[in-house]
Nanobody
């Protein structure tokens, strides 16, 4: 049984930092491209950052470049998102996504496995 579990969300003041983690079990994590998506109330789910299974390529949404850093530890089957200089507009539910194949940042319909999400709230 595949399980994908996020953690690390919370309430933080603007300018603060959080580190999200996503741990997967029941599958070979190392062969999946992985990504962080987020969804704010009333908005569509969007890709924030993505990384290939081999760490060879990564992607960041324009509004998080220079503030967020994605990394993965295949031995621990864990994906991370270090979020610095957080802004109120970063407030959203953050989801971990695993996708097989060669697409770095898939559309939501192409994702194979989702986590349940972790809430990030940034106060001004």
């Amino acid at each position: 049984q595949v399980q994908v579990v996020e953690s690390g969300g919370g309430l933080v003041q603007a300018g603060g930092s959080l580190r999200l983690s996503c741990t997967a079990s029941g599958l070979n994590f190392a062969v999946y491209n992985v990504a962080w998506f987020r969804q704010a109330p009333g908005k569509e789910r969007e890709a924030v950052s993505c990384i290939t299974w081999s760490d060879s390529r990564s992607y960041y949404a324009e509004d998080v470049k220079g503030r967020f850093a994605i990394s993965r530890d295949n031995a621990k089957k864990t994906l991370y998102l270090q979020m610095n200089s957080l802004k109120p507009e970063d407030t959203a539910m953050y989801y971990c996504a695993l996708t097989g194949g060669y697409i770095l940042c898939p559309s939501t319909t192409r994702v194979n496995y989702w986590g349940q999400g972790t809430q990030v709230t940034v106060s001004s």
